[in-house]
């Protein structure tokens, strides 16, 4: 377990403050990413990595996300304190934190059990209850479905059919879909049981989504 110390805080300041410059406005996410010790996701020996605002390799050939694209992501989610929603790609954890910040309603989902065991172990030593699952959230989480915002954290070849179906009407999904290069960030708004609305944003790079409607494990 780690401590979060002065130093660490002035730290996330400093990162919070790129953010901003950056374009990110939502207070309730700066605010998240400044409470969230990012430094607890790293060894203690990367520990200036942990508050620049970049990706990190976090094992098994994926990665913590960057925390402009954290951010980015959250901010486009518009999370109110009611909101459940559910995370595609737990990773190293911290992505859910945020989450957690803003709502104590959060399920997520990892593919690759290494990473989901060591995950679980994470929230449980510092104390948090996201609910976790170990599976192919490309399929999303039908048995807990609907869910009033979807984030989906790893490059999806195209939007998941099954995915918008596990929406609330008036839900939101957030999915970054493209080829393995680049991706363009999706803002997908249930309109109606049948009716969508589609924004474009940026370019990101992620690692892929794998699975049933992702990119084989095959292919890679
Ligand atoms: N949100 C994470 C964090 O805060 O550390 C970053 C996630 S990393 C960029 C993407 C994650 O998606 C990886 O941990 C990967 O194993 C996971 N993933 C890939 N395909 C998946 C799938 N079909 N279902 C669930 N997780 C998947």
Redesign the pocket.
């Known amino acids: 377990m780690q401590v979060d110390l002065y130093k660490h805080k002035g730290m996330r300041r400093a990162l919070v403050k790129q953010l901003r410059d950056k374009g990110i406005r939502d207070e309730r996410v700066l605010a998240a990413i400044e409470t969230v010790p990012r430094h607890f996701?790293f060894e203690k020996a990367f520990l200036e990595q942990a508050y620049q605002d970049k990706?990190f390799p976090?094992g098994?050939g994926?990665?913590?996300?960057q925390p402009y694209t954290?951010a980015f992501q959250t901010e486009l989610l518009k999370l109110k304190p009611t909101d459940k929603v559910l995370?595609?790609?737990?990773?190293?954890?911290?992505?859910?934190c945020v989450l957690l910040q803003l709502t104590p309603k959060v399920y997520t989902?990892?593919?690759?059990k290494p990473?989901y065991e060591k995950a679980v172990k994470f929230f449980k030593t510092y104390g948090l209850f996201p609910h976790t699952f170990h599976?192919?959230?490309?399929q999303g989480l039908p048995a807990h479905a609907p869910y009033d915002k979807i984030i989906v954290?790893?490059g999806a070849p195209g939007i998941p059919k099954t995915l918008v179906s596990q929406l609330t009407i008036g839900g939101i999904l957030v999915i970054p879909v493209g080829g393995e290069s680049s991706q363009k960030m999706l803002r997908i708004t249930r309109t109606g049981e049948n009716d969508f609305t589609r924004e474009e944003f940026a370019d990101f790079k992620?690692?892929?989504?794998?699975?049933k409607s992702?990119w084989e494990a095959d292919n890679l």
């Open positions: 996701f990706a976090i098994e994926q990665t913590i996300s954290v995370e595609i790609g737990t990773g190293s954890g911290y992505q859910c989902i990892e593919y690759n990473l599976g192919d959230g490309s954290t790893a992620f690692v892929p989504l794998l699975g992702g």
